[in-house]
């Protein structure tokens, strides 16, 4: 058997896995309803400019930690949009270990500059 073919035994292995079913569930149940995807899209906003604060000034400003904290508030009290958040870090922690494992096969570390 060659990679390719263990690559794609691997992905069908993947792709039937408890937690990227349930993901997939949920994100059609998110994209099927306007306003849940309005959330998400939101929420997503809120963690990308949290993120780029941290990255830039080190530190995220109240209002940014007010609005994330206002949108995560909204987003559990949402079933489908609570269970897609939750779906997403189940998945999340997966692929990172997963990635992790293929990584370390290469034996190879990114060239990459360091973090201040």
């Not at 990679?3 to 992905?11: G, M, P, T």
């Not at 306007?34 to 941290?54: C, T």
């Amino acid at each position: 058997m060659n990679i390719y073919d263990k690559a794609h035994e691997f992905a069908e292995e993947l792709k039937n896995l408890k937690e990227v079913v349930d993901y997939r569930v949920a994100t059609e149940n998110i994209n099927n309803k306007e306003e849940n995807k309005k959330i998400v899209e939101d929420f997503r906003k809120v963690q990308i400019e949290a993120y780029s604060e941290q990255m830039s000034k080190g530190v995220i400003s109240e209002e940014t930690k007010q609005k994330m904290q206002n949108l995560g508030a909204v987003a559990m009290t949402n079933p489908d949009v609570a269970n897609y958040l939750q779906s997403e870090a189940r998945f999340a922690v997966i692929w990172e270990d997963l990635l992790k494992i293929l990584n370390d096969a290469i034996g190879v570390n990114v060239i990459a500059p360091e973090s201040k």
